[in-house]
């Protein structure tokens, strides 16, 4: 007698290594180097223990300044993400290995030759998250300077992943001609062709049309949402764009940026999140994200008081190198109104406007709201980012994992040995004819 049960589908699940962001708790003593090798070394030898899909490195291409000093949160010294990564590829067997390469900022030979070398180097196992940026104060580090509108950004960005495509269908001694808007190239990737065909493309971005990119031209979307019902709306706008791009929804997963904290009990670990939020929230960082949306000098308002009265004050170039915060004017309103309907401080508030999605309970209850999350279509796996660095991931891994392989939604050992494996992902068809 055959079974009617519809199958369950599997959970993917990914590391994130903190930094340049405000999830890291750097005061508490269980946090390590941001920049040892050893730490990274760590994080990924613990993901690939619990047989995640892939570790993921985020990479900052300048550092980030509030009133003219670099913002205390950053991390200062942190190794570029892909030699960290061919170091990784030497004491992981996996693992797949994805490093945030800016399409603005770089050029296709050089990218594709480089992530075709990590693929080459960890036996099929390398992933680019492609990124873009629009601030000339980053634009500063860089020899042409200057900034791309927000438009032309996604447009030279798929051209940019189409010209690296055609690098890597081409390998060693195969010519790519290449004319368009962004990029003129004739010459050969110099590389053979990586073991996955095309490393994997991870791209990150709730915008329209960061979505529409993602749609055409990634195999993951790194993304946030904060309850299952945003996650679905996400989740069937996304996968609704493929069919238009000639891809089936199984094209592209869906992988969310969350936190955890577990405990012996739902309350226990209700009570660890609040104090993880606060220590990340610091007095000082409240102010700081304050000023960020009012773009003044709010140093003199007591983060335990209420909001303040005054209308923002956009594009003061108080804080340099951060993503745009849309419109400031109603964002300060909307904080304005949750401030007053709750009575929250300024410093509350931040904490509960700023929080990121999480998962908080016993190791059950994780596990259990985790494969809702999946089972219900508003995710197909998570990016895990960690408080703390580098065992924040152990807790996890000894008691998460276990549950969804009881489960039956999380793999028990690897069954291949690239990441296009792990995600369940198609060989790319080759572009070029010989």
């Known amino acids: 007698m055959t079974s009617t049960q519809p199958s369950r589908k599997a959970i993917h699940l990914a590391a994130h290594f903190p930094g ?22 760590h994080l990924a030898r613990t993901a690939e223990r619990g047989l995640f899909d892939f570790f993921f490195l985020a990479e900052g291409l300048r550092l980030r300044e509030h009133k003219g000093r670099v913002h205390d949160l950053d ?25 945030t390469v800016n399409a603005t900022f770089n050029e296709p030979y050089e990218t594709a030759r480089r992530f075709a070398s990590l693929d080459h180097l960890s036996g099929g196992r390398a992933a680019w998250n492609v990124v873009t940026s629009s601030d000339a104060f980053t634009g500063e580090n860089f020899r042409r300077g200057g ?6 950004r996604y447009t030279r960005a798929a051209e940019f992943v189409d010209v690296a ?23 050969d990737a110099g590389v053979p062709t990586p073991p996955q065909g095309h490393p994997v493309v991870i791209q990150a ?4 049309e960061g979505r529409e990119f993602a749609a055409s031209a990634a195999d993951v979307i790194f993304t946030r949402h904060g309850t299952l019902e945003a996650g679905r709306a996400f989740y069937a706008d996304v996968k609704g764009r493929l069919a238009a791009h000639g891809r089936e929804p199984d094209d592209l997963l869906i992988m969310p940026g969350v936190t955890f904290v577990l405990g012996d009990t739902d309350a226990e670990a209700q009570e660890k999140a609040a104090g993880i939020r606060r220590q990340q929230v610091s007095p000082q960082n409240a102010i700081l994200t304050l000023e960020q949306v009012w773009g003044v000098d709010l140093s003199s308002y007591d983060p335990d008081g209420p909001l303040p009265d005054i209308d923002p004050v956009p594009d003061t170039g108080l804080s340099q190198g951060r993503t745009h915060r849309g419109d400031v004017f109603a964002l300060a309103e909307k904080w304005r109104e ?3 309907a709750k009575g929250l401080s300024i410093r509350q508030t931040v904490i509960e406007t700023t929080s990121r999605q999480s998962f908080i ?24 980012v960690p408080h703390l660095t580098p065992g924040g991931l152990d807790d996890f891994v000894d008691q998460v994992v276990p549950l969804l392989q009881e489960r039956g939604v999380f793999r028990t050992e690897y069954a291949g040995d690239t990441l296009r494996s792990h995600l369940g992902l198609r060989t790319p068809e080759r572009t070029l004819t010989a």
């Open 147 to 152: 900034y791309l509108d927000r438009a032309d």
């Open 165 to 187: 495509r055609q690098l890597w269908d081409a390998g060693t001694g195969r010519p790519v001609r290449h004319h368009g808007r962004h990029f003129s190239i004739e010459g």
């Open 20 to 41: 340049v962001n405000n999830t890291t708790v750097w005061t508490d003593p269980g946090s390590g180097s941001q920049i040892d090798f050893t730490s990274f070394e």
């Open 205 to 208: 971005g709730d915008s329209a």
């Open 338 to 340: 949750l401030s007053r």
């Open 361 to 384: 309970g016993t190791a059950r209850t994780v596990a259990a709201e985790m494969d809702a999350f999946v089972q219900g279509d508003a995710a197909d796996g998570f990016i895990l």
């Open 75 to 99: 991390v200062v010294g942190r190794p570029e993400s892909l030699t960290v990564l061919n170091a990784l590829a030497a004491v992981t067997e996996k693992l797949g290995l994805a490093a």
